[in-house]
């Protein structure tokens, strides 16, 4: 008898949770219980990065000639939703939404074969080198120099903010090669070693006392042309597609669905015994919530069909972007109000009501504030909100 889609789907959903089931060690799905931001924990995310690796399921946008899994878009969008329900942490971007699409889009087949496999594998790990200084929103006005030397470039000048900088080994990196016209016209695409000599990296202190950042320093650092992503000075080109991917390749819908799952599975008792969850206020942001993720998710699934064969999202990317990171800010302004007073340290909370710690909410609702803190940002990172609007309006009205 022949199985109908829907029939295949589940199976498919079924085999994806007896391999999460078991897949995951309990150090990776800590590090997944406690990451509240878009970085999960390096060396955990890296490890179930290979786990996924090895089952030939860690980059599911890829082309399938390059190691992807040749799912189509439902089916990307369940092992999604399960690894979120599961609750392992998110792989880290770098590799396989940011650097991967601009060789596949860009590459000659000769760095396809020498780059692709190590970013594959997680063998490689690429730190972006964008920001700098005095360019960050405004990157068009990056300084970092490359210049020309026979068959080399020579770097000088430094990078910020680069995320994991001192644990990667490669870096992907916007450079001036030329000055003259629009800003824009003047930048490279480069790849390069981080163990160049002339490289110094210095990890930035996050208030949490961890580094998460770093400054990343070039002193007359050479890196061979052959390294270059696309033409010399139209890097810019690149550089646009693959934040369309990194705007684009996100799975919103896929972590909020699980998540509003648990928000309204629980009795959201406070400290005084009042059942939050039978609020009709708080029932009916839960609901609009709800309507706002469907229609993240229904976007998600429009872009997610772009990028199948590499092909990169185009405009949809940004207002992927504006719709979840958006949806994400308000879900965790109701999760906060939801969990209210428990989302203090312990001690604190405990102390606030005149009860034993016992008597409060989980300890893991202490994520709640540093989630909410951490979604602040969520409408500024990889392109504000107010500058993905623009980009539409120039796309589409002026179009």
């Known amino acids: ?78 092992f999604a939703q399960e690894c979120n329900r599961r609750g392992v942490p ?28 190590g970013m594959l594998s997680g063998d ?27 068959d080399d470039y020579i770097l000088n000048g430094s990078k910020t903010w680069t995320t994991y900088g001192h644990y990667a080994n490669k870096m992907f990196a916007l450079v001036r090669t ?13 790849l390069l070693d981080m163990n160049l000599p002339g490289i110094e990296v ?20 050479r890196v061979p042309k052959r390294n270059r992503i696309g033409e010399e000075n139209k890097g810019w080109n690149v550089a646009k597609y693959v934040l369309e991917f990194e705007r684009g ?35 009916r942001r839960l609901s609009e919530l709800e309507i706002d993720i469907r229609a993240v998710e229904h976007t998600e699934k429009r872009v997610n069909a772009n990028l199948k064969h590499g092909e990169n999202p185009g405009p949809m990317a940004s207002m992927l972007k504006i719709l979840g990171s958006e949806v994400m800010q308000k879900f965790s302004e109701l999760q906060l109000d939801i969990v209210g007073i428990d989302a203090l340290p312990l001690q604190t909370a405990a102390l606030a009501v005149g009860s034993d710690i016992a008597a409060l909410g989980e300890e893991s609702d202490m994520l709640a504030m540093p989630y909410y803190l951490n979604t602040r940002a969520a409408s500024i990172y990889a392109g504000s909100n107010e500058v993905q609007r623009s980009l539409l309006a120039k796309a589409i009205l002026a179009g």
């Not at 210095?202 to 650092?221: A, M």
């Not at 896929?254 to 206020?281: I, N, Q, T």
């Open 1 to 78: 008898m022949l199985l109908t889609e829907d029939q295949h789907l589940q199976e498919f959903r079924a085999e994806i949770r007896a391999f999460l089931q078991v897949a995951p060690t309990e150090e990776i799905l800590e590090a997944g219980r406690k990451t509240t931001s878009v970085f999960a924990p390096f060396k955990q995310t890296m490890d179930w990065h290979k786990i996924l690796y090895r089952q030939g399921w860690v980059a599911p946008a890829w082309p399938q000639e390059y190691g992807g899994t040749g799912w189509n878009v439902e089916q990307r969008y369940v």
């Open 90 to 117: 998110p792989l880290l971007p770098q590799n396989l939404q940011m650097v991967g699409p601009a060789v596949l889009g860009f590459g000659t087949a000769e760095q396809k074969a020498e780059f692709l496999p």
């Open 124 to 150: 490689d790990f690429w730190c972006q080198g964008y920001s700098e200084p005095g360019a960050g929103s405004d990157l068009a006005a990056l300084k970092c120099r490359a210049d020309s030397d026979g």
């Open 178 to 190: 030329s000055s003259a016209g629009k800003p824009q016209a003047g930048i490279t695409f480069l």
């Open 202 to 221: 210095r990890p930035i202190i996050g208030l949490d006392g961890c580094p998460e950042q770093c400054e990343v320093f070039f002193s007359d650092v």
């Open 249 to 283: 390749g996100s799975s919103y819908s896929a972590w909020l669905v699980p998540a509003l799952e648990k928000l309204r599975a629980r009795s959201f008792l406070d400290a005084r015994g009042y059942c939050v969850g039978d609020d009709v206020h708080i029932q």
